[in-house]
Structure formats: C-alpha cells, structure tokens
C-alpha cells in the first residue's frame, strides 16, 4: 500500500472527532487538515496509485526522419507517460550505436539489419525490439545524389567515382552495393566512404565526393537548391518494401526491464498517430531535432515480423558480411 493509500484509510476515522474527548479534537482537526494536504501533494507530484516508476533509458539515433516518432514521444511525453524517463542522443554513424548499446552508454538504439546480423553472428548480446520504418518503393525516402559537374545519370556512371555512404557495412551501403551488382557494376570500380548524413551537402558541394546515397530530410535538402540531382531510387529496385531501420537494445536489459520495453513501443504507436494527426506540430518537432523538414512522410511501422529479419539474414550472406547462417528469430523480440 502506497503513502497515499494509508492516508485515505486514516482521514476517515480521524475525521470523526465525535468519539474522543472535547480536549483532544482541535489536535485532531489540525492532523486531519496536515494529511489530506499531503494526501493532495502527493497526488500532485505523479505518486497516485497505478503510477509508474520512470525507467532512465539513453536512446541514440541519426538525422533521419525515420526516427521522428522518437522525438515526439518525447517532446510530448509519451515516453513519460510510459514510465520512462528518455534522454535522446544524436549518433554520427549507425554502425557506432551497437558498440555504445553493449558498453551501457546508451540502452536503446537505431540500427539497421546487416549491423544486427553480424553484431548477433559475433556473439554480441543485441536483439531489435521496435520497427522504426520501411524502404517502399511507392514512397521512397532515399536516393542516390550526384553533384552536377560530376555528370552522373545511370549506374553506370558511377565508375571510377567517390559515392558517400552512412556506415560501411550498414544496410544503405549494404543495398547500394547489391543495386550496383544488378546493374553490373563491380564493387571494386566504385570507391565508397562514410559520410554522415548531416555532412553529406558540403561534402557533395566541396567536390569530396561525386554522389551520396542519402535519407529524408537530408536529400531534400541537397535537391532544394542544386547541390546535387537526383540519379535513382535505388532502394525500390532491389526490393519493394523492406524493413528500414528498427530500434534494437541489449539482450540481457531487455530481460530485465520488460515493463520499458513494452513502454517503447506503446510510446512510439502513439507518436506515429499523432504523427499523423498533427503535422504541422510534428514539423515543428521534426525541425527542432534534424534542423530540417522532410516533404515525405516514412512509411513508420513498430511491429516486427520474422521475413523482413530472414532477408536481412539472406541479404548478410550474400554480399559475404557473414560467414555462418544466422537464425532469424534470434535478432526480433516478438
């Protein structure tokens, strides 16, 4: 029983002052008024029966709108409201978020198939326990992006050409590679290098790169004044409709914190709703964390399911990142 809940029990038959002495009842009045004061500030300060311990959780992401419903949930307090006290952090690289999730730098983070397969594949305590959003080929979010005098309208132009990708490794570079093989293109003809998608712009204008494969709200903001052109949207071409990105956390504080778990989840479903119901406050949001505002909305989704893991699982082992099969219902919670 909770303080609060003691004190309703006792307010009653204190109250009564009936039953003792004349002498006693002004001390008995004054008790009645200190505890229903703070049977009030007790309830004012979030501590009324049902109400939920906040869980501190580090949530790390990338500047891309596919993680909007993160920043709402938060700036709305949905995440509160679900018992956890977030704290979103800004990561340059996905492949970096798996590295701070195992050191306990961070407890939830982005990430994308390939990195969890291989992270699993190592031995590495890792599991997804969110969707974030898809790749669909009737909605595309990203694209690969030329700078103009570098001339680049086909695959087949990218020989010989410096192409900026967000992660080695990561399933953008991942799918730009497979994109390449299918259009015959060998990998050794096109040099690819990291580039974080905040510096994509200036290293596309500074001439650093010749293409980037960039995500929304980035590419738009490289189409809006010419810096770089449209070449494909690669993604569709591969496949139509592909798990994006997810949000995965340590295996072992998943088992220990349940209750946070379903919290995430119950917080981002109501961040996508009001998404959609509010966006121009969403905007709002959307421009305080990125500095910028997608003109296309992801196609967000938090429910995870084993074929968008088996794919990634096929997808791993043919572009040779793993050595060894991977089961595909160890890398989801369900």
């Given at each position: ?57 580090n949530i790390g992401y990338v500047s891309a709108t596919d993680f909007l419903p993160a920043m709402i949930a938060k700036e709305r307090?949905f995440f509160e409201r679900h018992g956890i006290d977030a704290t979103l952090t800004r990561v340059a690289l996905a492949p970096n ?140 071409e591969v496949n139509p409709d592909i798990l994006a990105a997810f949000w995965m956390a340590g295996t072992d504080w998943v088992a ?79």
């Amino acid at each position: 029983m909770n303080l609060q809940s003691v004190i309703q029990c006792i307010l009653p038959h204190l109250a009564r002052v009936d039953v003792v002495s004349p002498a006693a009842r002004p001390v008995l009045r004054r008790a009645v008024s200190v505890l229903a004061a703070l049977g009030l500030a007790v309830s004012a300060f979030g501590l009324a029966p049902g109400a939920q311990a906040q869980t501190r959780v580090n949530i790390g992401y990338v500047s891309a709108t596919d993680f909007l419903p993160a920043m709402i949930a938060k700036e709305r307090g949905f995440f509160e409201r679900h018992g956890i006290d977030a704290t979103l952090t800004r990561v340059a690289l996905a492949p970096n978020v798996a590295a701070a999730i195992i050191s306990g730098d961070m407890q939830i983070g982005m990430s994308t198939g390939p990195i969890l397969v291989q992270a699993v594949e190592n031995g590495l305590g890792l599991v997804a326990i969110a969707g974030a959003a898809h790749f669909r080929k009737d909605n595309p979010i990203v694209s690969v992006v030329a700078r103009p005098a570098a001339k680049i309208a086909t695959a087949a132009d990218l020989r010989g050409k410096r192409v900026g990708v967000p992660g080695l490794r990561s399933l953008l570079h991942v799918l730009f590679q497979k994109w390449l093989l299918q259009n015959n293109i060998p990998l050794n003809q096109v040099t690819m290098v990291e580039a974080p998608f905040p510096q994509m712009k200036d290293l596309l204008a500074g001439g650093t790169l010749d293409a980037v494969v960039a995500i929304e709200p980035i590419r738009s903001r490289i189409l809006a004044d010419s810096t770089g052109m449209k070449v494909a949207d690669f993604v569709g071409e591969v496949n139509p409709d592909i798990l994006a990105a997810f949000w995965m956390a340590g295996t072992d504080w998943v088992a220990k914190n349940p209750k946070a778990v379903q919290g995430f989840r119950d917080a981002l479903r109501e961040a996508i709703d009001f998404a959609r119901s509010n966006p121009t406050e969403a905007r709002t949001i959307e421009a305080k964390y990125l500095t910028v505002v997608s003109p296309v909305t992801p196609s967000w989704q938090v429910d995870l399911s084993r074929g968008e893991f088996d794919f990634m699982v096929k997808l791993s082992a043919e572009m040779g990142l793993t050595r060894q099969s991977v089961d595909p219902d160890r890398l989801f919670l369900k």
